[in-house]
Antibody, heavy 118, light 107 residues
Framework: EVQLVESGGGLVQPGGSLRLSCAASGFTLSDHYMDWVRQAPGKGLEWVARSRNKANGYTTEYAASAKGRLTISRDDSKNSLYLQMNSLRTEDTAVYYC?????????WGQGTTVTVSS | DIQMTQSPSSLSASVGDRVTITCRASQDISNSLTWFQQKPGKAPKSLIYDASTLQSGVPSKFSGSGSGTDFTLTISSLQPEDFATYSC?????????FGPGTKVDIK
């Protein structure tokens, strides 16, 4: 079964850091583009970042809100995707989902909640 | 950035109704559009990609159409499990952008 499971969310103070993980199973991570998408409380979905697959050199794309603070990476040997989040702001509070970027976003994880508050 | 709008923002419908939701892009995105269903507290579920292709395992009561800037999602016969929020998303150009969602609830 194809599955994504996120972890690493929590409560962090403004200016702090957090690293989210997404464990993939049922498929080979290196074959696929992978994304992070977030949803602030009561709001719509916001695309955050993309990591292209091995064949495309693992290059990345970011939303303007993420550039310079959030970094997407992966470890294909662990079949895992990551989002390193630095200099966090209150507006980064959201549920963060990882998604497989195939045929749109065909598979989603259940999400992990990040709360940025003092 | 490409702006995505949806109409209506919400609608009330009965079981068995045919429902149509519209999504509009601020510029031509060809057929690079996907539709999601989301229930409260749950992750989005992909229904349709490339504007009109059903994701594997999605029932045929869902259909999508459109190209360019105007798109529609149709649910042919609404069932209790279909009451949810539906969102569109373009993947033609970075940054990928989502519509604000259409909430479908029970009349």
């Amino acid at each position: 079964e194809v599955q994504l499971v996120e972890s690493g969310g929590g409560l962090v103070q403004p200016g702090g850091s957090l690293r989210l993980s997404c464990a993939a199973s049922g498929f080979t991570l290196s074959d696929h583009y992978m994304d992070w998408v977030r949803q602030a409380p009561g709001k719509g979905l916001e695309w955050v970042a993309r990591s292209r697959n091995k064949a495309n050199g693992y290059t990345t794309e970011y939303a303007a809100s993420a550039k310079g603070r959030l970094t997407i990476s992966r470890d294909d040997s662990k079949n895992s995707l990551y989002l390193q989040m630095n200099s966090l702001r209150t507006e980064d509070t959201a549920v963060y989902y990882c998604a497989r970027g195939f045929h749109g976003f065909d598979v989603w994880g259940q999400g992990t909640t990040v709360t940025v508050s003092s | 950035d490409i702006q995505m709008t949806q109409s209506p923002s919400s609608l009330s419908a009965s079981v068995g109704d045919r429902v149509t939701i519209t999504c509009r892009a601020s510029q031509d995105i060809s057929n690079s559009l996907t539709w999601f269903q989301q229930k409260p507290g749950k992750a989005p579920k992909s229904l349709i990609y490339d504007a009109s292709t059903l994701q594997s395992g999605v029932p045929s009561k869902f259909s999508g159409s459109g190209s360019g800037t105007d798109f529609t999602l149709t649910i042919s016969s609404l069932q209790p499990e279909d009451f949810a929020t539906y969102s569109c998303q373009q993947y033609k150009t970075y940054p990928y952008t989502f519509g604000p969602g259409t909430k479908v609830d029970i009349k």
